[in-house]
């Protein structure tokens, strides 16, 4: 069964300290790993794809990076606009193309 | 370009009643999946539609049930209520072409009594 795992489960970080979260999976052939934002009572906004290990994508202050078993995401110098809580998701290379969650990761950056 | 919507925002109902709820996909995005998630937790997929059909289900009873529409929009139907079935749903849609990005809807606020 397809499984993704995150930690923490929640972090609060001092404005410009960066850090990272972590997103451990196992999956039976990986199609794609997903990273998405999600602000209070909304619906997810989706960030980055990654597709095979090694891969790294960057926007704004974040970037993710792909190996066999985990992912991570960094951010660097995060602003308070920044605090949301960060989703990873898997979805496998057979069958439907579902979304597999983890819990998230509730990001606060006090100022 | 509109992105997904989702209809209505909030729904309060009572432990046994039925609901529909709807879902307008991103311009040209032929595939609809509904994801349910309940407080503190990660969305939880339901089912998926491909050209009306049901490509896919995750472990939910029947009484989930969906449709898709020609102009790809989406209904998710919820019969004989429970307790558990208080959540935020959300759905998602995905372009043609292999593309397997899911763009996320508002969501609707479902609240059982």
Known sequence: EDQVTQSPEALRLQEGESSSLNCSYTVSGLRGLFWYRQDPGKGPEFLFTLYSAGEEKEKERLKATLTKKESFLHITAPKPEDSATYLCAVQAAQGAQKLVFGQGTRLTINP | ?113
């Open chain 2, 1 to 113: 370009e509109t992105g997904v919507t989702q209809s209505p925002t909030h729904l309060i109902k009572t432990r046994g009643q039925q609901v529909t709820l709807r879902c307008s996909s991103q311009s040209g995005h032929n595939t609809v999946s509904w994801y349910q998630q309940a407080l503190g937790q990660g969305p939880q997929f339901i089912f998926q539609y491909y050209r009306e059909e049901e490509n896919g289900r995750g472990n939910f009873p029947p009484r989930f049930s969906g449709l898709q529409f020609p102009n790809y929009s989406s209904e998710l139907n919820v019969n004989a209520l429970e307790l558990d079935d208080s959540a935020l749903y959300l759905c998602a849609s995905s372009p043609p072409g292999g593309g397997y990005e899911q763009y996320f809807g508002p969501g609707t606020r479902l609240t059982v009594t």
